[in-house]
Nanobody, 122 residues
């Protein structure tokens, strides 16, 4: 059974940083896609960043480029999202998601975590 467990969310001020973690079980990060989505109140869920199945290529949404960095620790089966220079618009529930293919990650990942709240106060 695949489980994704996020942690690291919280309340921060504008310009501060947070690092989200997602520990995967029942699912290996190697040769699978894993990444982060977010959903703000009243808005649709949107893709933030992911590591693709070649284990090297990454995707970043335009609104986080230059501020967020995704990385993974295959030994601990964990993916991270380092979020710097946070803005109020980054306030959302952040979800870890995993997929067996890049196409599945783009369309709709098969596996989801419960989410972790990130709130950026001005």
């Amino acid at each position: 059974q695949v489980q994704l467990v996020e942690s690291g969310g919280g309340l921060v001020q504008v310009g501060e940083s947070l690092r989200l973690s997602c520990v995967a079980s029942g699912f290996t990060l190697e040769h699978n896609a894993i990444g982060w989505f977010r959903q703000a109140p009243g808005k649709e869920r949107e893709g933030v960043s992911c590591i693709k199945t070649d284990n090297v290529s990454t995707y970043y949404a335009d609104f986080v480029k230059g501020r967020f960095t995704i990385s993974r620790d295959t030994h601990n089966n964990t993916v991270y999202l380092q979020m710097d220079s946070l803005k109020p618009d980054d306030t959302a529930v952040y979800y870890c998601a995993a997929a067996r293919s890049d196409a599945q990650m783009t369309a709709r990942p098969a596996f989801w975590g419960q989410g972790t709240q990130v709130t950026v106060s001005s």
